[in-house]
Nanobody, 126 residues
Framework: QAQLVESGGGLVQAGGSLRLSCAAS????????MGWFRQAPGEEREFVAA????????YYADSVKGRFTISRDNHKNTVYLQMNSLKPEDTAVYYC???????????????????WGQGTQVTVSS
């Protein structure tokens, strides 16, 4: 059974950095697009970043562009989200997601993703 497990969340001061990891198990996602989403209390889940199966294409929400970097290591079946210059408005639960379709284009829509992790909390204090 495929599983995604996020790690690396925590409490950080504004301006600080965190690196989230998403480790997949149960199957390989080396041919699948993957993404990061986040959800703050009382808000809908929103797109943060996504990466194509081979890492050749990346997409970012305007709110994180220039501060966050998504990357992947297909040998380790792991996707990363490097978050720099964090702001209090980045506070949310961050979710990793995987598209089950092989070689599919990257999507910013949560509905395109079939596998989800349990989430990791990121809290940025002012």
């Amino acid at each position: 059974q495929a599983q995604l497990v996020e790690s690396g969340g925590g409490l950080v001061q504004a301006g600080g950095s965190l690196r989230l990891s998403c480790a997949a198990s149960g199957r390989t996602f080396s041919t699948n697009a993957m993404g990061w989403f986040r959800q703050a209390p009382g808000e809908e889940r929103e797109f943060v970043a996504a990466i194509s199966w081979n890492g050749g294409s990346t997409y970012y929400a305007d709110s994180v562009k220039g501060r966050f970097t998504i990357s992947r290591d297909n040998h380790k079946n792991t996707v990363y989200l490097q978050m720099n210059s964090l702001k209090p408005e980045d506070t949310a639960v961050y979710y990793c997601a995987a598209d089950s379709r092989k070689f599919a284009p990257v999507s910013v829509l949560p509905g395109r993703y079939d596998y989800w992790g349990q989430g990791t909390q990121v809290t940025v204090s002012s």
